[in-house]
């Protein structure tokens, strides 16, 4: 069965770090951008970042450029997101998906449930 | 504010067919595929269309995209009561938004 599954989600207070994880089973997971996209309380999607299937093409949602770092561990068959310098307006459901092709593109054609992160003091 | 733009609701009753905007510009839609996703209350986002108009395997095809210029369409027939749902645009984006934009998303009520 294809499955992502997220972890590493929690309550941290402004200005903290938090790492999140997907771990990707069911498929050839080093033959597939990945991308974490995130939708806070009440409100629609937003792209956060994405890898290319190497790790050579890397991007990020204006956002979090310069906060947060996406990377992805092929042995490992999982795909991280390193958040610094949190803001109360990062509190939102983090999602992993499984990209389309090789390189980013915006098919995400696999999701995971997600994983909570809530900014707060 | 939301790089592409959707209505916020759409609504129809069983059996019609229902469009979805969504508008953007140049460096998004107008040069870019489109793709589009369902999210049905409390689940995770579903791929319906990619590449403007095609559709993954498993998905019915009373859905439909269509693109022109710097707009695209999301078509639903016959129209169920489990299409009820939120759907989003996205596309790739040239400018420095960032490589991939969502549309702000269309609440789709079945009467």
């Known amino acids: 069965e294809v499955q992502l599954v997220e972890s590493g989600g929690g309550l941290v207070q402004p200005g903290r770090s938090l790492r999140l994880s997907c771990a990707a089973s069911?498929?050839?997971?080093?033959?597939?951008?990945m991308h974490w996209v995130r939708q806070a309380p009440g409100k629609g999607l937003e792209w956060v970042s994405g890898?290319?299937?190497?790790?050579?093409?890397?991007g990020y949602a204006d956002s979090v450029k310069g906060r947060f770092t996406i990377s992805r561990d092929n042995a490992k068959n999982s795909l991280y997101l390193q958040m610094n310098s949190l803001r109360a307006e990062d509190t939102a459901l983090y999602y992993c998906?499984?990209?389309?092709?090789?390189?980013?593109?915006?098919?995400?054609?696999?999701w995971g449930q997600g994983t909570m992160v809530t900014v707060s003091s | 504010q939301s790089v592409l733009t959707q209505p916020p609701s759409a609504s129809g009753t069983p059996g019609q067919r229902v469009t979805i905007s969504c508008s953007g510009s140049?460096?998004?839609?107008?040069?870019?595929?489109v793709y589009w996703y369902q999210q049905l209350p409390g689940t995770a986002p579903k791929l319906l269309i990619y590449?403007?108009?095609q559709r993954p395997s498993g998905v019915p095809d009373r859905f439909s995209g269509s693109k022109s210029g710097t707009s695209a369409s999301l078509a639903i027939s016959g129209l169920r009561s489990e299409d009820e749902a939120d759907y989003y645009c996205?596309?790739?984006?040239?400018?420095?938004?960032?490589?991939?934009?969502f549309g702000g998303g269309t609440k789709l009520t079945v009467l």
């Open positions: 590449r403007n108009n």
């Open positions: 140049s460096s998004n839609i107008g040069s870019n595929y």
């Open positions: 069911g498929f050839t997971f080093d033959d597939y951008a």
């Open positions: 890898i290319s299937w190497n790790s050579g093409s890397i």
């Open positions: 996205a596309a790739w984006d040239d400018s420095l938004s960032g490589p991939v934009v």
């Open positions: 998906a499984k990209d389309m092709r090789q390189l980013v593109s915006g098919a995400f054609d696999i």
